[in-house]
C-alpha cells in the first residue's frame, strides 16, 4: 500500500508540473478545480483511448485528452463521445 501511495504522490506531482506549462492554460470548464485537485482527479479518473488511440481522461463525465507530451492537446475537451 505505501508503494501504491508514493506511486501516485509521484504521478500526481508529475501532472501538477506539466500543467503548469499548458499554453493555454486549462479549460474554462476545469476553472473550478485547484492545480492539487485536478492533478489528483487526473491520476485518479477514468481513463480510456480514442479510436486513434490517444489517451483520453473522464472529469466531472466529459472526456480530455490526457497525453502531457502533447501540449497542444494535453487537457483539452475530447470532441468525441
Same mark, same amino acid.
Given at each position: 500500500m505505501a508503494d501504491e501511495d508514493g506511486d501516485r504522490a509521484e504521478a500526481v506531482a508529475r501532472v501538477k508540473e506539466q500543467l503548469t506549462f499548458l499554453p493555454g492554460g486549462v479549460p474554462n470548464s476545469l476553472w473550478s478545480y485547484t492545480k492539487d485537485t485536478l492533478a489528483e482527479a487526473i491520476? &485518479? *479518473?477514468?481513463?480510456?483511448?480514442?479510436?486513434? +488511440?490517444?489517451? $483520453?481522461?473522464?472529469? &466531472? *463525465?466529459?472526456?480530455?485528452y490526457n497525453d502531457? +507530451?502533447?501540449? $497542444?492537446?494535453?487537457?483539452?475537451?475530447?470532441?468525441?463521445?
Open positions: 491520476v &485518479d *479518473g477514468e481513463k480510456r483511448r480514442s479510436p486513434a +488511440g490517444v489517451p $483520453l481522461v473522464r472529469i &466531472d *463525465g466529459t472526456w480530455y502531457p +507530451g502533447d501540449f $497542444l492537446t494535453f487537457m483539452k475537451e475530447y470532441p468525441g463521445d
